[in-house]
């Protein structure tokens, strides 16, 4: 017997429709390697009608005020609150992540960050008004960009979308979302929500490929392009929006560097390491995945994390024991596998390394120490639960090989002296640098990197600032 698969639809002006040409992709459940839904394969006539309901909606939604903004974000945070069981169960159904933690540990911070970006509509702060030439008063004016095109990724498919949409409308924006064509469910789920609140054309969904998200990214109406993915993915926007100047924020790749010192607590390490190294399957740019020790802890250090990744269970979302689901599709098990079939002859691995069943995409919690700082997977992001561990001699040869790589977004340090750690925190060339703990986030500080890691900022007063523009107005005092 045959089972019928959901039809998701895009969300256009208010309205939910079907691609124009009726193309459609099949959207498959990575814990079970079957289909359960149809997507709209959406082309250049879905992007132009996407587009121009945004950009209809702009002069409506830009002149509300912050309190009107504020206000219907507050209420999305609590309708996505009401029906936080069925976001949860579509988030899994996308992903195939465990329920138990989806609903414990995601939902929770995205609805909290979207309150977060309903108070920061009404908190916009600059330079204060003066005469900076006689005769002359100057003011700034914070405005919104206009409409934006955003692209998600698939691995934290809710909550991306909430870093994407909360701060371009709660600073006047609307927004063409597209959500990665693997996890489109709970995007389009979150419009159906969100259709009883904001206005027609603010908010708009459309599914669809690569090829979609070019067109966005291409097309003459938005004034701002936004992405979340590889680094492959946002050279490409950065190429394809400069030819028209548009504005773009990229949040790409990450190796996050964990530097473990001497004088940590070893177990307290491994035991937060292991759970911010596996914890989505690895699939977190921020994931502690590249891990440094001193050569006097080091040996004690792989066993005990071997150890923690032999006791760390994966399995089916309905497993409450499990800290991770699958890998997120077909493509990406073979990427994660294959760095582990190419490592070289010095490496070894401790833990893991191997497929984990034969249905879904799932693969063991894995341990790679004997490494090099120009092997290929300490250089590359795997984006999988696969933790490597190398051995150094000093500060100096820490700050040299956490450095050494071209992704520049988190980091963290692992010591009790605090004038190591402030220099650590000084000298690490990334984003964000945590001090004896890894992967915490909260709304009100920015999440983004430097170098290949991207540009912009996710989060925050500064990421919300983001999605503004700067505008001088001066007067004549002699009116």
């Known amino acids: ?22 193309r459609t ?123 934006c095109a955003q692209v998600a990724p698939w691995n934290y498919p809710m909550m991306m979308a909430v870093w994407k949409f909360a701060p371009a409308i709660a600073a006047g924006n609307t927004v063409v979302l597209k959500p990665s064509d693997t996890t489109p469910a709970s995007t389009v789920l979150m419009a159906e929500i969100i259709d009883s609140v904001l206005p027609k054309g603010v908010f708009n969904v459309i599914c669809g490929d690569r090829e979609t998200g070019k067109a966005m990214v291409e097309h003459s109406t938005p004034a701002m392009a936004s992405i979340t993915g590889s680094v492959r993915a946002g050279m490409q926007v950065a190429e394809s929006a400069s030819k028209d100047v548009k504005r773009v924020h990229l949040e790409l790749g990450g190796k996050a560097p964990v530097v473990v010192f001497p004088d940590a607590d ?19 740019c921020t994931a502690a995945t590249r891990v440094l020790v001193h050569e006097s802890v080091h040996d004690e250090f792989v066993a005990a994390l071997a150890k923690a990744a032999s006791d760390t269970k994966t399995g089916q979302p309905d497993d409450e024991d499990v800290l991770y689901g699958p890998l997120n599709n077909p493509n990406q098990l073979k990427q994660v596998a294959g760095f582990i079939e190419r490592l070289p002859a010095h490496a070894k691995v401790e833990a893991g390394g191997h497929q984990v069943g034969d249905k879904g995409y799932f693969y063991a919690p894995t341990v790679v120490s004997g490494l090099k700082q ?3 997977i300490i250089q590359n992001e795997v984006f999988g639960p696969v933790i490597t561990v190398q051995s150094f001699t000093d500060e100096a040869q820490a700050l040299e090989y956490a450095n050494g790589v071209e992704f520049a977004l988190a980091s963290s340090v692992w010591t009790k002296d605090h004038g190591r750690a402030m220099r650590m925190s000084k000298n690490l060339d990334f984003g964000c640098v945590w001090i004896n703990t890894h992967i915490p986030l909260v709304a009100e500080m920015p999440h983004g990197g430097f170098k290949k890691s991207g540009y912009g900022k996710d989060l925050s007063a500064y990421g919300f600032e983001d999605y503004t523009r700067i505008k001088h107005v001066m007067t004549s005092l002699d009116g």
């Not at 359960?36 to 002069?59: E, I, K, N, R």
């Not at 069981?85 to 939902?107: C, F, M, Q, W, Y």
Request: no cysteine.
């Open 1 to 22: 017997m045959t089972t019928e698969l959901r039809r998701l639809r895009n969300y256009i002006g208010g309205e939910f429709k079907d691609a124009a040409d009726g």
């Open 25 to 147: 992709t099949e959207v498959v459940n990575p814990a079970t390697g079957e289909a359960y839904a149809t997507a709209p394969l959406s082309g250049q006539a879905d992007v132009d009608a996407a587009m121009a309901a945004a950009a209809a909606a702009f002069p409506g939604w830009r002149d509300t005020t912050p309190s009107e903004r504020q206000k219907a974000l507050l209420r999305i945070a609590d309708a996505f609150e009401a029906r936080a069981d069925e976001l949860v169960a579509a988030e899994s159904e996308n992903t195939g992540k465990p329920l138990g933690l989806t609903a414990s540990e995601e939902l929770p911070p995205m609805v909290d960050q979207i309150r977060f970006f309903a108070g920061a509509a009404r908190l916009l702060e600059g330079r204060s008004a003066g005469e900076y030439m006689d005769g002359m008063t100057s003011i700034i004016r914070r405005e919104p960009v206009g409409v």
């Open 266 to 284: 070893i177990a307290k390490a491994v035991e937060d390491i292991a759970v911010a190294g596996y914890f989505n399957a690895g699939q977190d």
């Open 374 to 376: 120009d092997d290929e």
